[in-house]
């Protein structure tokens, strides 16, 4: 009696082991958004995820504030150890002199929820000699902008780019090594990188998860491009991967062998599966919420260098190919 007591008890035991271990195995399944239900402006710009990345040069000044239902609410800042205000609802921030990423840990008094402002200092275009940012060439950029238009600017400064820090995420589900330029040197390696892409990538990841496509990221094939680069390559002269707002993305999950994955489940992987992904998109573009992310989706078939994917990027205008 004794014995079977025990075997029926082993057995709960068992059991109850093997579904915990399931729900733990789910829940690293479940996708995570990364989402908060305040948004943060950081001077124009916005972030409604927990860590979000910001570009700005030393010394540089910028607002924060932050809002909630469309309210301006009081918040607290602090850096590592350090508090900067304990309540405001304007909070005026000085970047630090000295290049790198440093996080601001923002908390809405009244949540329980805090959230990282990550800012980059960057290193100043006015650095660039002769093409060339500390031994990393760049390029020269197009001197006349394309339609006259302020967003083929030059940009002001380039994000450093080490060995230390090239896996530190940007946003909830990208690294900041993910968009760097494939044309090789040394480290530090310089990149331009827009926060608006970064919101639109995360935009568009939980677009495709919500619609049964599980990634907790896109496979960046080609994020930032320098003119150099670009030019060697034959690409366009006005190509916004030179500005930090384009990427060229595929969903690689099942199983992850840099390709495509099949996405609309016909047993092939093809340009129908590029158009598969791009439907998703361009099926939430007059939506209210993606209008911060108007710009050009683009889809492209495999060749003997890679598989199909689409281009996306945050010029603000409409383009399609």
Do not use: C
């Not at 399944?29 to 908060?36: A, P, R």
């Amino acid at each position: 009696m004794l014995k079977t007591i025990l075997a029926v008890l082993m057995l709960f035991l068992t059991i109850n082991a093997v579904n915990a271990e399931n729900i733990e195995k789910k829940k690293e399944l479940t996708y995570q958004t990364g989402s908060i239900d305040y948004t943060i402006k950081f001077g124009k710009l916005l972030s409604q995820r927990e860590l979000m990345s910001f570009f700005v040069l030393p010394k540089q000044k910028v607002q924060i504030t932050v809002e909630k239902n469309k309210t301006r609410i009081s918040f607290a800042v602090s850096e590592l150890n350090k508090t900067l205000s304990n309540s405001a609802t304007i909070f005026n921030y000085t970047a630090a002199s000295e290049i790198g990423y440093y996080d601001l840990i923002v908390r809405p008094n009244k949540e329980t929820q805090s959230s990282v402002v990550r800012v980059f200092v960057m290193r100043p275009a006015t650095e660039i000699k002769d093409g060339v940012l500390k031994g990393f060439r760049i390029g020269a950029y197009p001197q006349k902008r394309y339609k006259n238009k302020e967003i083929y600017n030059p940009p002001f400064g380039f994000v450093e780019l080490t060995e230390k820090n090239q896996n530190i995420h940007v946003s909830p589900h990208y690294t900041l090594g993910q968009f760097m330029s494939k044309q090789g040197g040394k480290y530090p390696k310089y990149l331009a990188l827009r926060t608006r892409l970064l919101r639109k990538l995360e935009y568009v990841t939980d677009l495709a998860n919500a619609k049964g496509i599980r990634t907790d990221g896109f496979q960046i094939m080609s994020g930032f491009r320098t003119p150099y680069y670009n030019a060697a390559i034959k690409n366009t002269l006005y190509s916004r991967h030179q500005w930090g707002g384009a990427a060229d993305i595929f969903v690689d999950e099942n199983p992850k062998d840099n390709y495509m994955d099949d996405l609309n489940a016909d047993g092939k992987i093809n340009f129908e599966d590029a158009k598969y992904l791009a439907k998703l998109i361009n099926e939430r573009s007059s939506e209210e919420d993606y209008q911060l992310f108007v710009g050009g989706l683009g889809i492209y078939k495999a060749n003997s260098a890679h598989g199909p994917f689409i281009h996306v990027d945050v010029r603000g205008t409409k383009a399609r190919w």
